[in-house]
């Protein structure tokens, strides 16, 4: 039996502890219901107040898709950052990445909204992917640059709305920020194989939410890796863990970008485990890679 890949910073360690506490390593087995429960007891867990004298404000955007705007005490930029959460397709709310939004927003100075897009499997493609479109559009229609952010499934929808954005012609998208996004890599090939059986995430886990998303194969703005021609995108920060199956996509993407002209710059966490951003105050790495996060984004909101 090969040895299952694992991390060795302690923090990064405890962390997946921790996570498995409150959310199984089989967690997929289960039925949605239970999936979600789970999955907002461990984002609870991890919850952590906003910066002083944020605004928070709930809303929706075309008069159904649930949005939260956040705006720091201290504006800086006239970006906007548009925050998409992970979670396979299938979990994930306004409240499940809740503080990240708050503590992106306050490190690079800009008004933030985040998106409760519809899930799998009771809204299967391109439900999750139209959400997202129309916040962004939403968003360019106000007149402001907008940076779009995205971490793992949400990583994908922020590859995959940036990537119709280019093809219909819209301007006004001033970066995009991927954190060990999904883009629709090979199951069978590279670190799906390599860390398939990686903590926090199987590659089984990844077959699964695909699975229930059903985005057919031809639809390429679901699996943004597929697209014949990356030219023309905006500016990129890539993030991905090593020890995790969806690292190939970061590094692959990161690549075909680079070589369509596209600038970009690629960090890849060595001791991570998928889902780190939320272990950025239990791991030295994690807490590393969200302030290059932080940096990166504010970069971009401030050109």
């Not at 360019?140 to 994908?156: R, T």
Request: charged content about 20%; overall charge negative.
């Amino acid at each position: 039996m090969t040895e299952r890949p694992m991390p060795t910073e302690e923090g990064i360690l405890a962390f997946h502890k921790r996570c498995e506490d409150f959310y199984p390593a089989d967690a997929v087995d289960a039925d949605i219901g239970r999936q979600r429960g789970w999955y907002d007891a461990l984002c609870a867990a991890f919850d952590a107040p906003p910066p002083g004298g944020m605004i928070k404000q709930d809303g929706v955007i075309a008069g159904r898709i649930p949005v939260r705007r956040y705006r720091p005490a201290a504006v800086t930029s006239a970006t906007r950052l548009f925050y998409i959460h992970g979670g396979g397709f299938v979990v994930g709310s306004l409240d499940s990445h809740d503080a990240i939004c708050a503590e992106l927003s306050e490190a690079a100075g800009a008004e933030l909204v985040s998106v409760d897009y519809r899930l799998s499997p009771e809204h299967v493609w391109p439900a999750a992917f139209d959400d997202c479109w129309a916040v962004l559009i939403e968003l360019l229609l106000e007149s402001h640059p907008v940076v779009v952010v995205g971490d793992s499934a949400g990583g994908n929808l922020a590859a995959g709305i940036v990537l119709k954005a280019r093809d219909e012609g819209l301007t006004g998208i001033a970066g995009q920020a991927l954190v060990y996004p999904g883009l629709g890599g090979d199951l069978a090939s590279g670190s799906y194989l390599e860390m398939a059986e990686a903590p926090g995430l199987s590659t089984a886990d990844v077959a699964y939410y695909r699975e229930v998303y059903k985005a057919p194969e031809e639809a390429v703005h679901a699996f943004p890796l597929r697209a014949e021609n990356l030219a023309g995108l905006p500016p990129a920060f890539i993030t991905g863990a090593h020890f995790d199956p969806l690292r190939d996509d970061a590094r692959a993407y990161a690549a075909r970008l680079a070589r369509a002209g596209v600038p970009v710059e690629f960090r890849e966490e060595k001791q991570m485990i998928h889902a780190w951003l939320r272990a950025r105050f239990m791991s030295a790495g994690a807490k590393a890679g969200f302030a290059a996060l932080c940096d990166a984004v504010r970069r971009m909101a401030h050109p």
